[in-house]
T-cell receptor, first 115, second 110 residues
Framework: GAVVSQHPSWVICKSGTSVKIECRSL??????MFWYRQFPKQSLMLMAT?????????EQGVEKDKFLINHASLTLSTLTVTSAHPEDSSFYIC???????????FGSGTQLSVL | QKEVEQNSGPLSVPEGAIASLNCTYS??????FFWYRQYSGKSPELIMF????GDKEDGRFTAQLNKASQYVSLLIRDSQPSDSATYLC??????????FGSGTKLNVKP
């Protein structure tokens, strides 16, 4: 299957700082990447759809100014959590699908803990 | 109403038994459905996908889809303790978006 690399795996930061998470498709070009958030014992909640070369599409209730998404190339999308607060602590997972392929492949996830 | 619904479990089965996981969906426009396995603290990994009515078998796993009833299931034969995980059902909807159920936790007892 296709490989999606996500970094960092975990990050601990102070309240008020910004955190950037990178998601790379290693062996394919991903025109679309998706960002999910998962709280403990809950399912994945879609935050936004990231399209290469255009603005991300955010799901209802997700603050676009707080969760900045940049999809600068066909292999890289970044999620920046700006001015992070403890309630932003969560497991963030990126995913990508190949053009013409039904499947969705996930990165390894980033566990964010905001103190 | 959630797009995809699952029983959260936990579902406990003895080793060697058949585990049956179920999922319903609300969007009739969804054409493809997926089962992912997620271990604690890890990201989901794809187990199976199905888009045609009926059964699809892959090794110990069988996915079943009934579009008339909007129902998807996953059967795991000869369950092993290593199958213990949370199983997520997902539907692929408009704009290529995947919507996930809340997951069913499976415990396979040795």
């Amino acid at each position: 299957g296709a490989v999606v690399s996500q970094h960092p795996s975990w990050v601990i930061c102070k309240s008020g700082t910004s955190v950037k998470i990178e998601c790379r498709s290693l062996d394919f070009q991903a025109t679309t990447m998706f960002w999910y958030r998962q709280f403990p014992k809950q399912s994945l909640m879609l935050m936004a759809t990231s399209n290469e070369g255009s603005k991300a599409t955010y799901e209802q209730g997700v603050e676009k100014d707080k969760f900045l998404i940049n999809h600068a190339s066909l292999t890289l999308s970044t999620l920046t959590v700006t001015s992070a607060h403890p309630e932003d602590s969560s497991f963030y997972i990126c995913s990508a699908s190949l053009r013409g392929n039904e499947k969705l492949f996930f990165g390894s996830g980033t566990q964010l803990s905001v103190l | 109403q959630k797009e995809v619904e699952q029983n959260s479990g936990p579902l406990s089965v003895p080793e060697g038994a058949i585990a049956s996981l179920n999922c319903t969906y609300s969007d009739r426009g969804s054409q493809s459905f997926f089962w992912y396995r997620q271990y604690s603290g890890k990201s989901p990994e794809l187990i199976m996908f199905i888009y045609s009515n009926g059964d699809k078998e892959d090794g110990r796993f069988t996915a079943q889809l009934n579009k008339a009833s909007q129902y998807v299931s996953l059967l795991i034969r000869d369950s092993q303790p290593s199958d213990s995980a949370t199983y997520l059902c997902a539907g692929r909807g408009k704009f290529n978006k995947f919507y996930f159920g809340s997951g069913t936790k499976l415990n396979v007892k040795p």
